[in-house]
């Protein structure tokens, strides 16, 4: 056998097993018994302690070193497969094995002091994460800059500084737009009774009209939503509030957007590092144009109001367009995950900002609320109330997730850069989303960028499928169109 | 560290990855969405192969090697990981997973086969599967006997020659006590409505009632009832048939049985080789008692009866008496799950004879449609009408499963010895479960033998919680006993 196929033979494999790990937290998230979550953490840790043994295996090393490639495809393998391999090689067994003893004690800290509005109880375990996830950027950076080092685990081939010059360009737009919006009056909200059952069956209807498949997946509920798994079996979850129907819906059609890229990948790639979407920024790309460019358009909506009217009875907004205005509407508030397409960036830019000086250590854990607590009242004008609202609203940076958070935002751009294009090659996209079809919407993103899955680099695919270098200038012009006009700007 | 500590920290890997492959069978036959089996299929070999991996390894032989132990209970772990280490050097890994790949065509091919009625279509797989089991026996046995060899997979410690001694005074006995009964008329069945929702509710309850922790386990729908998983995950299922309520109702009790054994365990014995049933005849054991000498006890079925007739109102039959018997019906039937507790074991034993001979080489597969249709008209009296109801009932023997069915009538047998010395130390058990109280037993159960694990050898245990060797006499006295009442013979 030539060492490339070795490889590839040993990679299957590995990629099955993290296929294996990724359902069993599925199962953690939707079926797992409350009383199981002591042995499930020695299960999680075994198989993990697997997955890492066979990312660093030295065989892979020699393998990767004889392993002579045909054509961009196994190149593309051989890239994936080597970045894990010197990744793995790089963090020493005893500081990941720290580090995941670190971060499973601090989720529970941060879960505790968010419900407790305890800022205190949290800072010292944040402060050993911290300090870990420094000690790890550093190995991994080899000298270089450590907050780059750590974006190629989200963001391969970016840099803080390009992401910089993106968000530089965006904040004083976005906080201009936000302003004038806070003007106006706000728009009527919905009210109506909107039971449960209601709801999940409308959001499956809605998932199978976005294009998930539902032979190769399931919707379950969960505390959270998210989309779990790879090719044949690729789970979501929402969750129901029976005041705001909205958030089931629209998390869905969010999750539907990340299932649908990694259903949609060519089967040629399944099980291989090409089999997987390709980053965290592109992943997002997909969620958001779904969930927002088509979900939140003038014409989708127009479409989801009669449905809603239908299922739901009267819903005290009027017509269509009052009902768009509510989909869309900017209000005051404390908290990312509610943020509307307006607000959501300038959340994402405060933490990135903050989440660099402590990797650089230009901030201290110490300083980090009132850090957080002063830039918010700069950017968004009122000052934080709880710490919940504030510093303890997010979960990831006691897992030790740093170099996340602005991959949230890329995927933004990445999205008006690709709705631009697709809107440039679909004359009719209105007039379809107005019936409720979004097959041509999906189908573009489809054949353009999700079969692709790992084949090219996040930028290059970006600009493959939307013909321009990925920037912030498609993205703003839409919200700014989008707004005046929902606003009376 | 001592090399007995590194085994037993290698070993509670192997033993979280074992669970682990566990749970990805249960998400199979619940949750996977139909369109993932293929990629399933591939995950499944991926842990397979890891396990067999880590059994077989090396390290594992030196550290046996090395390993000194201090008291029973290292002891029993040295043994058990002896146990399966030696096993897994001396199958060729060739063979293993020829037997995987032609076992999984197999089942494939069964199952097709016995929707068609057609044996011929069935036979050649079979016959590879024979003929494999047979060289996968020789490696086993290093010269002894093949099928003494394979019983170690399911029941370790017996062999042929103790099962026929069992069988051989259990079978006129049966046979003449299944002759009267059938001279006798045929007591009225239950008919009413028994809506699947209703079942289910009811099942639960029952599933509580005898002992399962819902808090580290859930009942959920599958085509066939199974438990899963050890320790602090110990899942079940059920299903429902509208017309026949017993179906969901005993099979949960059935499956209960084999769930409170392994949730019951010592809770220091998990992720151990102790943290599970020691045989598959020790776990059919518990899982028979509680669905026989108890759940189809006269006192049990009295509260059983009250029960029913409240949630499912008229259910035909007028008063306890008559639904202990209608529980308890002995009818004439072809298939082994659907068997009464008389019958069951004649079922069983036409198996053992017939699978013994085909790994001896006294039988070839081509002669064993025959062989089974005229042993059944000797046992039963009547022939056989088509192969689902013959040779083609099971799926055991397409998946690799030889060895295996005898340990179901050894679990009867060891039932039997644990249901006497529980009623001896019990006076008051019948008058608890006419109260539906099944704590005493289940109890007495956990005390006596179920927390063990697999710290004793399957006689040792059955020996030590009933006080005697087992052995054939306490089932046959407490059938006779049981029929000769409700028959009136």
Known sequence: MRAFEELMAFERQTQALGQ????????????????????????????????????????????????????????????????????????????????????????????????????????????????????????????GDIYDAMLQDYEPGTTAAEIS????????????????????????????????????????????????DMARGRVDKAVHPFSSGSGMDVRITTRTNEQDPFNCLYSTIHEVGHAAYEQNIDPAYLLTPLGRGVSMGVHESQSRIYENQIGRSAAFTGYLYEQMTAIFGSISVENAREFYSAVNCVRRGYIRTEADEVQYNLHIMLRFDLERALMAGDLQVGDLETAWNDRFEADFGYRVDMPSNGVLQDVHWSVGLFGYFPTYSLGNVYAGCLHQAMCAALPDLDAQLAQGVTETATGWLRV???????????????ETASGIAPSEGPLLDYLEAKFTDLYNL
Chains 1, 2 share one sequence.
Not at 79 to 99: C, F, G, H, N, T
Request: proline share 5%; charged share 30%; net charge neutral.
């Open 20 to 143: 294996i790990a990724g359902r069993l937290g599925w199962d953690q998230e939707t079926m797992m018994p409350r009383g199981s979550a002591e042995q499930r953490g020695e299960e999680m840790a075994a198989i993990e302690a697997v997955l890492h043994a066979r990312r660093s295996d030295p065989r892979v090393g020699e393998w990767l070193e004889q392993a002579a490639t045909e054509g961009a495809v196994e190149e593309a393998h051989v890239r994936e497969i080597r970045r894990a391999y010197e990744r793995a090689r790089k963090v020493p067994e005893a500081l990941a094995s720290r580090l995941a003893r670190v971060t499973s004690e601090a989720q529970g800290k941060w879960a505790s002091a968010r419900a407790d509005e305890d800022w205190e109880a949290f800072a010292p375990v944040l402060e050993e994460v911290v300090a870990l996830k420094r000690e790890e950027g550093a190995a991994l950076a080899e000298g």
């Open 448 to 462: 353009n960028l999700q079969r692709h899955g790992g084949l090219y680099a996040p930028r290059e695919i970006i």
């Open 165 to 212: 010059a993106i968000f530089d360009a965006m904040r004083p737009r976005l906080v201009a737009l936000r302003a004038a919006i806070l003007d106006q009056p706000e728009p009527k909200g919905i009210v109506g009774t909107f039971p449960a059952g209601k709801q999940m069956k409308l959001t499956r209807q809605l998932a199978r009209a976005f294009g998930y």
